[in-house]
């Protein structure tokens, strides 16, 4: 017996069929070898990136839409405030010049007009109806108003003279105990009130004078002026 054959080894293939398919055997387990090995290599180390260059798509135009503009609204007229101050004759001033200027043409309304006044009145409220009601008879009534509206009506106050009445000393003198709050005081005003208007396609104007009183309270009651009621339109205290 050969030493091949003492170290368990099959004899040599003669037969060259054998030899043949020995052969292929052998390839076919050194391919699959090859493609286990690459299938743990790809699993290692991920799919690798193409030979081919990539080129990026080419971004598009960009288009930039206008920003959308809500449709402006116009605004509704506004009555100016009445100035503030905590002198009276300034403060009586700045009522006297708000209560007399007025126009039909703004899309406004007597009632928007007292308002701008009321809201300067006595905190308290206690004038506050006289007071409405004192607004009232200086503007023209709704139905007036209609009737104006058609001219174009406006008007506004020149004043000329601003002072306490010595008549309001007196007053003063009369009251009770408590009945005047501190810092009450009287300031007459006289003016021109004038009125422009349309009348036959020909623009107007008229002036006439007038006086009247207001009466307002101040500091130490109130840091700033407050309004309390007006005299009758030309019945001022002198």
């Not at 391919?31 to 290692?44: K, Q």
């Not at 509206?149 to 003198?173: C, F, G, K, N, S």
């Not at 500091?219 to 001022?236: K, M």
Request: proline share 11%; charged share 15%; net charge neutral.
């Amino acid at each position: 017996m050969s030493g091949v054959h003492l170290l368990g080894m099959s004899p040599a293939p003669t037969d060259p069929r054998n030899r043949r398919r020995l052969v292929a055997l052998i390839a076919a387990g050194i391919i699959l070898l090859i493609l286990a090995g690459v299938g743990v290599y790809g699993l290692l180390t991920g799919p690798r990136n193409s030979t081919s260059p990539q080129h990026d798509p080419q971004p598009g135009p960009v288009t930039t839409a206008p920003p959308k503009v809500a449709p402006s609204t116009p605004r509704p007229p506004r009555i100016p405030a009445v100035p503030r101050s905590a002198d009276p004759e300034i403060f009586a001033r700045g009522v006297a010049s708000a209560l007399f200027a007025w126009d039909t043409a703004s899309g406004l309304w007597p009632l928007d007009y007292t308002s701008a006044i009321l809201a300067v009145g006595d905190p308290s409220g206690d004038e506050q109806a006289g007071l409405a009601s004192d607004v009232a008879a200086y503007l023209p009534t709704r139905d007036a108003w209609i009737e104006l509206r058609q001219y174009a009506t406006r008007q506004h106050l020149t004043i000329e003279a601003a002072y306490v009445p010595e008549a309001w000393a007196d007053a003063v003198a009369q009251a009770q105990p408590g009945q005047l709050a501190v810092g009450t005081t009287a300031i007459t005003i006289e003016g021109t009130r004038n009125r422009a208007g349309v009348w036959n396609g020909q623009p107007v104007t008229s002036e006439h004078p007038v006086a009247f009183t207001v009466f307002v309270v101040c500091a130490p009651t109130y840091p700033t002026c407050h309004l309390l009621r007006f005299s009758q339109l030309d019945n001022p205290l002198r």
